[in-house]
């Protein structure tokens, strides 16, 4: 016999990235924010500024400023990490207002 689901929010579903900002297809651009899960529920380990894209496309790796350190490091998102895709100054389409 399975114990029933437990009630309330669901850690997992609270906040579920679109896809394009997860995994393999994670694409950034300057000036989002990625973020790294925690191993418990509900926890953030880290957040930094995205400072810098190495293609053109927006794949990884980049150049991000940790909140937490002040500095900048090459990273390399892994499937604990996704991407906030933030209001960008150069328009929508990413090419001028």
């Known amino acids: 016999m399975t114990a029933p689901a437990p009630a309330g929010k669901d850690w997992r579903t609270e906040h579920v990235p679109p896809a394009e900002s997860t995994g393999n297809s994670m694409r950034a651009r300057v000036g989002d924010e990625i973020v790294v899960r925690g191993t418990a529920p509900g926890i953030i380990a880290r957040e930094g500024?995205?400072?810098g894209v190495h293609h053109p496309?927006?794949?990884p790796?980049?150049?991000v400023h940790w909140g937490?350190?002040?500095r900048v490091t090459l990273y390399f998102p892994g499937p604990?990490?996704?991407i906030?895709?933030?209001a960008h100054a150069s328009?929508?389409?990413g090419h001028g207002a």
């Open 49 to 51: 500024e995205v400072v």
């Open 57 to 59: 496309d927006g794949s």
């Open 61 to 63: 790796p980049f150049d």
């Open 68 to 70: 937490d350190t002040d």
């Open 80 to 82: 604990d990490a996704y």
């Open 84 to 86: 906030k895709h933030l």
């Open 91 to 93: 328009g929508p389409d």
